[in-house]
Antibody
């Protein structure tokens, strides 16, 4: 059974940094591209980043480009999202997804002073 | 960026009714479209991929169709567990984009 478990969310101040993790199990993690998707409170879904199975390519939404970095450690079956220069508009539930087929339950990031 | 216009934003419907949700892209997306269901607890489930392929385990009352810029999700006979939010997603071009969502609610 595919499982994706996000962690690392919390309450942070504007301008600060945070690193999210997503631990995968139930499939061969190193064979799949992985995504981060977020959802602001009472809003729709927003795709924010993709990393290829071998980290050879990474793509970002304009809203996070230059501030967020997606990475992975295939030896640990773990996906990461490093978030810098956080803004209030980054407040959201952050989901990781295996190739868009399976999603985790999300981790909440709140950016507020 | 490709914009996805999803309609209606809210869809009141009754048990047993057939409903259709539309997703229109600002340019052709060559069938690179998925449909998702999101429950109130936040759980997201893929229902349809590549426009019309039903995800394993998803009931056959769900179906998808479309081409070019116009796509749709249909539910043939609504059951209680179908009342939820629905989103389309295009993955033809970066950045990938979602529709704004349709809330399927009990009339």
């Amino acid at each position: 059974e595919v499982q994706l478990v996000e962690s690392g969310g919390g309450l942070v101040k504007p301008g600060s940094s945070l690193k999210l993790s997503c631990v995968a199990s139930g499939f061969t993690f190193s064979s799949y591209g992985m995504h981060w998707i977020r959802q602001a409170p009472k809003k729709g879904l927003e795709w924010i980043a993709l990393i290829y199975y071998d980290s050879s390519n990474k793509y970002y939404a304009d809203s996070v480009k230059g501030r967020f970095t997606i990475s992975r450690d295939n030896s640990k079956n773990t996906l990461y999202l490093e978030m810098n220069s956080l803004r209030s508009e980054d407040t959201a539930m952050y989901y990781c997804a295996k190739g868009f087929a399976y999603w985790g339950q999300g981790t909440l990031v709140t950016v507020s002073s | 960026d490709i914009q996805l216009t999803q309609s209606p934003s809210t869809l009141p419907a009754s048990l047993g009714e057939r409903v259709t949700i539309s997703c229109r892209a600002s340019q052709s997306i060559s069938n690179s479209l998925n449909w998702y269901q999101q429950k109130p607890d936040g759980t997201v489930k893929r229902l349809i991929y590549s426009t019309s392929t039903l995800e394993s385990g998803v009931p056959s009352r769900f179906s998808g169709s479309g081409s070019g810029t116009d796509y749709s999700l249909s539910i043939s006979s609504l059951e209680s567990e179908d009342f939820a939010m629905y989103y389309c997603l295009q993955y033809a071009t970066y950045p990938y984009t979602f529709g704004a969502g349709t809330k399927l609610e009990l009339k």
